[in-house]
């Protein structure tokens, strides 16, 4: 009798990596598929009946559940929200639910609803499990720390989802890093040494992504595709003759480090397979910042020149920043404003440092009692909070990460960047590929949109430059365009956010003056107009807050609530506090 497993992909929040607001423009409902859980999907035995279930595609229903005997799924910190309404359905339909990935490995104590865990890399813990399952003895946790060798790992099940609901698709190559940045948690998942897939193995499941049909971008997901320089250099060639024998079906971008730039063959071998864009952690322009988080191979080179050799060579730059450390100066702000604008780098992707479990930054923190009981969301781009004592003081970092975000968006700097980049960039044979039907789609809606969008203007100006300067550059200049929407609305969204908090504390301080004032002249005041004065006051903030909170849309609300939450109480124990000298101490309710 065959066993029904239905795996789950629990919502990805709106964030910048998201490009949730992209995806309207090419008819598209999510970024990238569920890779971890295709896979996994290929390691369960022949007798399970396998059916997935990506909510950023599709709704979950007690249907879907109830049909299932039972339901896995593979979380990351940042879709914690969506795990857990997925294991509340579970436990309320009574179906057993299975959870791995990133989020469960490091914080699996802290979950709850949860029947069994299998942890760590798949190709270790799955078996062990399947085997207990089917015996009727399984565990609650399975974990196990030992590194597979993933030349065993079979390729993702792309026949389990519709490949043209994703803007595109994603394969793995390797795991694992030979650095170690403070910060991450790379290597307490994956370890040290870069392991990888041969160059016929990876390059069957490009070709299997093929015949189901898709052609467009591809994202090979390793976390630093070059870890293994050797290897890579193995594998580009088969690639890039796939590639050709092919008709060249897609285009490549991966995730590196710095010292890419320092490898000439290694670029020119990407380019040649076929890449057109690499993330680089970049992280600051503060060496000293650096040196404390041990990113040594950003200190070897200059970091600008860096990246603008890899652009030279065809490949756009995206970057992620952190702001944060305990050796930022007091102008990190502008400074890194200053190299983001030099560097040409549209995508740049900015957040606050955030202590992940396991990592050697959590570890530190922890020693120095810096840590603090706080839910950390996995978002360091727009959640506003640190789970840890930053040195620099708290609302100054938090203002200045504002304020940096703010201006890299404003539309005057964010298409002064395009320009900068397709300057620099150095076109090739990716950049004059024949036009898809997506690529089509997302240039009438970005004339229709963004011509009359609040950056119009702004918007005009580049696209007119660019067909008057540089027309060859046209395609990818809309591909910016379109990705600036997302990023300006997501940081519009995430200002308002902040800038509740800010109105929140000003309607403090007026009730906390207004109420002041009456109780110290309590005597000259009748009591009963006192409480209508202040009551009325406090009942109009309490509306006022509200309707700034409805203003802020819905994608981002819950990283508003807590501010709405408590105001009411602030507001009581406000009039407690500055009532208790001259009466019986009084609180309002509604």
């Known amino acids: 009798m065959s066993t029904k497993a239905l795996l789950v992909y629990p919502e990805m929040p709106v964030t910048y990596w998201s490009f949730r607001y992209t995806l309207p423009f090419i008819g598209k409902k999510a970024s ?36 299932a005997d039972i339901v ?35 914080s699996y104590e802290q979950i709850s609803g949860v029947d069994y865990f299998v942890l760590n890399e798949a190709e270790i813990t799955l078996p062990q499990f399947l085997n207990d399952y089917k015996a009727g003895c399984a565990k609650r946790i399975y974990m196990d720390e030992t590194k597979p060798d993933i030349t065993e790992t079979p390729a993702p099940r792309f026949d389990l989802l519709d490949t043209k609901q994703y803007a595109i698709m994603a394969l793995q190559y390797s795991r694992g890093c030979p650095f170690s940045c403070e910060f991450c948690d790379i290597v307490s998942m994956f370890g040290h040494i870069p392991r990888t897939k041969t160059p ?56 590196a480090s710095v010292n890419l730039a320092e490898d000439n063959e290694l670029m020119d071998m990407m380019v040649a397979a076929g890449f057109n864009m690499v993330f680089l952690g970049i992280e600051t322009p503060v060496k000293e910042s650096l040196v404390e988080t041990h990113k040594m191979q950003n200190i070897k080179s200059d970091l600008l020149k860096s990246i603008h050799t890899i652009q030279k060579k ?61 839910f950390t969301s996995g978002n360091n781009t727009h959640d506003l909070r640190l789970n840890f004592v930053p040195k620099m003081n708290m609302t100054k970092l938090v203002d200045g990460y504002r304020h940096v975000l703010s201006e890299i968006y404003k539309p005057g700097k964010y298409f002064h960047r395009c320009m900068t980049l397709l300057k620099t ?6 950049a ?14 970005s004339l229709t949109h963004q011509t009359f969008s609040f950056y119009g203007l702004h918007y005009i100006r580049f696209i007119s430059k660019v067909l008057l300067t540089r027309p060859a550059s046209f395609q990818l200049a809309v591909t910016l365009a379109v990705k600036g929407h997302h990023f300006m609305k997501i940081t519009r969204e995430t200002l308002a956010v902040a800038n509740l908090g800010v109105y929140k504390e000003k309607l403090l301080d007026v009730f906390r003056q207004m109420v002041k004032e009456k109780f110290d002249n309590i005597s000259a005041i009748d009591l009963k107009e006192i409480m209508e004065i202040v009551g009325t006051y406090r009942d109009q903030s309490i509306a006022d807050l509200k309707w700034e909170f409805d ?40």
């Open 32 to 67: 990238i598929p569920p890779i971890g859980l295709l896979t996994v999907a290929a390691m369960l035995p022949k007798d399970f009946e396998v059916k997935l279930i990506d909510m950023n595609t599709s709704k979950l229903t007690d249907k879907d559940i109830l049909s």
């Open 551 to 590: 203003r802020i849309h819905r994608d981002f609300q819950p990283y508003a609530e807590e501010v709405l939450q408590n105001f009411e109480q602030m507001m009581d124990e406000i009039l407690v506090e500055l009532s208790a000298n001259n009466l019986q101490p009084i609180r309002l309710h509604s």
């Open 432 to 445: 004059k590929r024949r036009i898809r039907l997506p690529e089509l789609r997302a240039l009438f809606m």
């Open 72 to 106: 896995f799924t593979s979380t990351m910190l940042v879709q914690k929200r969506s795990h857990e309404r997925v294991v509340e359905m579970c436990n309320r339909l009574h179906r057993p639910v299975v959870a791995g990935g990133p989020y469960p490995t490091s």
């Open 314 to 374: 065809g490949m756009e730059v995206t970057g992620g920043f952190i702001i944060g450390f305990d050796n930022d100066p007091e102008d990190i702000f502008e400074r890194q404003i200053h190299f983001i604008q030099q560097s040409g780098i549209p995508a740049a992707m900015v957040g606050l440092l955030t202590a992940l479990p396991n990592t050697q930054l959590y570890k530190r923190l922890k020693t120095e009692n810096r840590l603090v009981d706080l």
């Open 425 to 430: 960039l150095t076109s090739h044979r990716g």
């Open 200 to 255: 016929y193995q990876f390059v069957e499941e490009m070709h299997g992504l093929y015949r189901s049909g898709y052609r467009g971008s591809l994202f090979i997901v390793d976390d630093n595709f070059i870890g293994n320089k050797k290897n890579v250099k193995e594998l580009l060639p088969v690639i890039s003759e796939w590639q050709k024998k092919c008709g060249f079906p897609f285009t490549l971008f991966t995730e």
